[in-house]
Nanobody
Framework: QVQVVESGGGAVQPGGSLRLSCVVS????????TNWYRQAPEKERELVAT????????NYADSVKGRFTISRNDIKNTVSLQMSNLKPEDTAVYYC?????????WGQGTQVTVSS
């Protein structure tokens, strides 16, 4: 059974940090491209960060460059997103995604709220 489960969301003040985690099961992460997306209320889902595999330079949306870091552990089947210097505009539901040309798996999302 395929599962993608995010955790680590919550409420934080501007300038704060959060670390999101994603644990996958039912498949091996090693052959999958892994992404973090986010969706704010009344906005389109946005690609935040991508890491093709460990050791390859990740890609980031311009809005989070220098503040977010994506990483993965293919042995533990996990993907993480370290978020620092958070801003109110980072408020959204964050989704973990793992995909190949054939398969496309999503988690249920975790809420991140940045507010003073």
């Amino acid at each position: 059974q395929v599962q993608v489960v995010e955790s680590g969301g919550g409420a934080v003040q501007p300038g704060g940090s959060l670390r999101l985690s994603c644990v996958v099961s039912g498949f091996s992460l090693s052959t999958y491209v892994t992404n973090w997306y986010r969706q704010a209320p009344e906005k389109e889902r946005e690609l935040v960060a991508t890491i093709i595999r460990s050791g390859v330079t990740p890609n980031y949306a311009d809005s989070v460059k220098g503040r977010f870091t994506i990483s993965r552990n293919d042995i533990k089947n996990t993907v993480s997103l370290q978020m620092s210097n958070l801003k109110p505009e980072d408020t959204a539901v964050y989704y973990c995604n793992a995909k190949t040309n054939t398969y496309d798996y999503w988690g249920q999302g975790t809420q991140v709220t940045v507010s003073s």
